[in-house]
T-cell receptor, first 112, second 110 residues
Framework: DGGITQSPKYLFRKEGQNVTLSCEQN?????MYWYRQDPGQGLRLIYY???????QKGDIAEGYSVSREKKESFPLTVTSAQKNPTAFYLC???????????FGPGTRLTVL | KNEVEQSPQNLTAQEGEFITINCSYS?????LHWLQQHPGGGIVSLFM???GKKKHGRLIATINIQEKHSSLHITASHPRDSAVYIC????????????FGTGTLLAVQP
C-alpha cells in the first residue's frame, strides 16, 4: 500500500537528549513537510523540502534540524535547543509544492 | 490572531443530525482544505476546494471566495464521524504553505 509512515507512534526522551523522528513515504512525492501540533493551536510548519537534497525553514524551525538525502525519507531531529519539544509531530508529503498534501499518522513525543 | 478561524470549537450532536462546521479566513488563499483527525492522531484529507461545492458521500464542502468563508456539512451524522475537523488555507506558490485552523471537535452520540 502506498502511504506515509512515521515511527514510532509514541516516543519518550529525557531532557537534553536529541531525538530523531522518522518519516518515510512510498508515494514518489517530491515534497515533504514536518508540522508540530500543540493543544488548542493549529498545526505549525517546522521544515519543508521541495525536492531531494533541499529543505527550507518553516515558521518554527528553531531547535529542529532535517535532512533529505533520499526522496522517500525526511527525518526530523529535535535537538536539546528546542525549549518545549513535547508535542505531536506530523509529517506530510505532496507530489509537488503545488499539489495536495497527504499526512502520516504522527509521532507523539514526550520529553521527561 | 490566527488567520484561519473555525467555529464552533466543540460540537455535540445526536446521531442523524445535520452538522455544519464553519471556517473563515482573513487573507486571500488559492484553496481551502478540510481535514479530519481521528483520536489516534492521523490526519486524512477530506476536500481541497477553490470555488463552489464538493460532495463525497455524506460530506459536503462549500466555499465563498468573496466572503472568505467555507463550510463543511455532514448529513445523517453517525458516531463514527466523531473526530476533529480542521480547515486550512492554502497559500500555494513555491512553499505550498498551509495555515491551519485550531479544529472543531465533533462528538456524535448514538
Amino acid at each position: 500500500d502506498g502511504g506515509i509512515t512515521q515511527s514510532p507512534k509514541y516516543l519518550f526522551r529525557k531532557e537534553g537528549q536529541n531525538v530523531t523522528l522518522s518519516c518515510e513515504q512510498n508515494l514518489n512525492h517530491d515534497a515533504m513537510y514536518w508540522y508540530r501540533q500543540d493543544p488548542g493551536q493549529g498545526l505549525r510548519l517546522i521544515y519543508y523540502s521541495q525536492i531531494v537534497n533541499d529543505f527550507q525553514k518553516g515558521d518554527i524551525a528553531e531547535g529542529y534540524s532535517v535532512s533529505r538525502e533520499k526522496k522517500e525519507s525526511f527525518p526530523l531531529t529535535v535537538t536539546s535547543a528546542q525549549k518545549n519539544p513535547t508535542a505531536f509531530y506530523l509529517c506530510a508529503s505532496s507530489r509537488s509544492v503545488y499539489n495536495e498534501q497527504f499526512f502520516g499518522p504522527g509521532t507523539r513525543l514526550t520529553v521527561l | 490572531k490566527n488567520e484561519v478561524e473555525q467555529s464552533p470549537q466543540n460540537l455535540t450532536a445526536q446521531e442523524g443530525e445535520f452538522i455544519t462546521i464553519n471556517c473563515s479566513y482573513s487573507v486571500g488563499i488559492s484553496a481551502l482544505h478540510w481535514l479530519q483527525q481521528h483520536p489516534g492522531g492521523g490526519i486524512v484529507s477530506l476536500f481541497m476546494l477553490s470555488s463552489g461545492k464538493k460532495k463525497h458521500g455524506r460530506l459536503i464542502a462549500t466555499i465563498n471566495i468573496q466572503e472568505k468563508h467555507s463550510s463543511l456539512h455532514i448529513t445523517a451524522s453517525h458516531p463514527r464521524d466523531s473526530a476533529v475537523y480542521i480547515c486550512a488555507g492554502d497559500y500555494g506558490g513555491a512553499t505550498n504553505k498551509l495555515i491551519f485552523g485550531t479544529g472543531t471537535l465533533l462528538a456524535v452520540q448514538p
